[in-house]
């Protein structure tokens, strides 16, 4: 497994904790002991710990209450400083409590006592729970994410990726990001031929809180419109591109772009998770082998396991059209699932490559660059639709 697997592994959740109730100064304690914990303060009200919420640098809000009822005037205190998601403590809990927090923006509800272990397992869990707010910085967009992944290198995800992502930006019209998340041995920008000044690894090791106009400042624009965010240029860097930062930083690109294409390693890394929680469609890569197919019957398992929305999971057979003694149907049969996107293989893709441009954009005749245009257009719904849409909801809403 690679080192910055490991690296995440040890990372520690940035805590901070407020408000009291029986049993919450003995669960701190034991916390602040924790390996996988760093607690940065606790204060009895909101109002006290206002400074240190303000400071965008934490992963959760640990709020406990004595209260029967979801303490909606402190949980409202905590949002005017704070995107990081919050956890409701109590030692006694009611109906009316576990009800309430369904329909709010709260990660979890705790009630005491518990085993640490167990406190800090839902902690982890609610450093990847999916945050959507419906406006950042006053933008109105809600950008799709479109993941792709396979567990095996070699199945051409970061092809894929880069002719997708161009595919959107030219064809359809789309204003769109590609996010290399193979952060170690990232290639995008060297399928695209560009060299970027800037990395996702500058974005995330810049001061100041991350907002639409700061993303901006550090992608490159292919000729295509395309706009990039590559990989960092020396792997330990990889290792400072933390899931809470990667996490805001989807939230941002979601307002600032129509479609978010991400590239990533063949690893279910703390990165990768951070992104599938944020991910609208995500597309399956695989081959006609007998170990690919192995190695995606497990990641399907893993997907299962973190709760990702089958609804939301798409196979795409690569070369599907190579004569390898194995079909389509049978990848199906092994896989329980219905193969949604085939793209041929073409020799047109390696000399695309090489030449450091999209096959798509090179060779917009061949086979697999209909495919890819295909894919996008499935994808996403016509630019025109939409402004149809947009421009017919003032009047319905009028009516």
Do not use: W
Not at 46 to 64: R, S, T
């Amino acid at each position: 497994m690679s080192s910055t697997t490991e690296t995440t592994q040890r990372e520690r959740v940035r805590l901070f904790a407020t408000g009291s109730c029986e049993g919450f100064e003995k669960l701190c304690e034991s916390l602040a002991g924790h390996p996988e914990i760093e607690l940065v303060g606790a204060t009895t009200t909101v109002a006290e710990g206002a400074p240190a919420l303000a400071g965008g640098h934490l992963d959760v809000i640990l709020h406990a209450t004595r209260g029967a009822s979801l303490p909606a005037d402190e949980l409202a205190g905590i949002r005017e400083h704070t995107r990081a998601p919050v956890m409701i403590v109590a030692s006694s809990g009611s109906a009316g409590l576990l009800d309430q927090a369904l329909d709010a923006d709260i990660a979890d509800v705790l009630l005491l006592p518990q085993l640490v272990e167990n406190v800090v397992f839902a902690i982890r869990k609610a450093t990847h729970t999916t945050r959507r707010p419906s406006s950042i910085g006053g933008g109105t967009r809600q950008g799709k994410i479109v993941t792709v992944f396979s567990p095996k290198g070699g199945t051409g995800k970061t092809v894929t990726a880069t002719n997708l992502a161009a595919a959107c930006a030219k064809f359809e019209g789309r204003k769109t990001l590609l996010l290399d998340l193979d952060l170690q041995f990232g290639d995008a920008a060297i399928m695209l031929g560009i060299e970027p000044e800037k990395t996702i690894y500058d974005l995330v090791v810049a001061p100041g809180e991350l907002d639409a106009e700061k993303l901006a400042g550090y992608t490159t624009k292919h000729a295509c419109g395309l706009e990039v965010l590559p990989a960092p240029l020396r792997p330990e860097d990889a290792e400072l591109v933390t899931e809470a930062k990667l996490g805001r930083l989807l939230e941002v690109a979601r307002e600032a772009f129509d479609v978010i294409i991400v590239d990533t390693s063949p690893f279910f890394h703390g990165p990768m998770l951070a992104t599938l929680d944020r991910t609208d469609e995500l597309l399956l890569l695989c081959s006609l082998d007998v170990p690919t197919l192995k190695n995606l019957r497990l990641a399907l398992q893993t997907l299962d396991l973190l709760s990702f929305p089958k609804q939301r999971v798409q196979i795409v057979l690569n070369r599907s059209n190579s004569k390898v003694g194995m079909k389509p149907n049978e990848v199906e049969g092994a896989l329980g699932m219905k193969v949604r996107f085939e793209l041929p293989s073409d020799r047109a893709v390696p000399l695309a490559v090489n030449r450091g441009n999209p096959v798509v954009l090179a060779e917009e005749g061949a086979d697999v660059s209909k495919a890819i245009k295909s894919v996008a257009k499935k994808l996403f719904a016509a630019p025109k639709e939409e402004a149809k849409k947009r421009r017919l909801l003032p009047a319905l809403a009028r009516s």
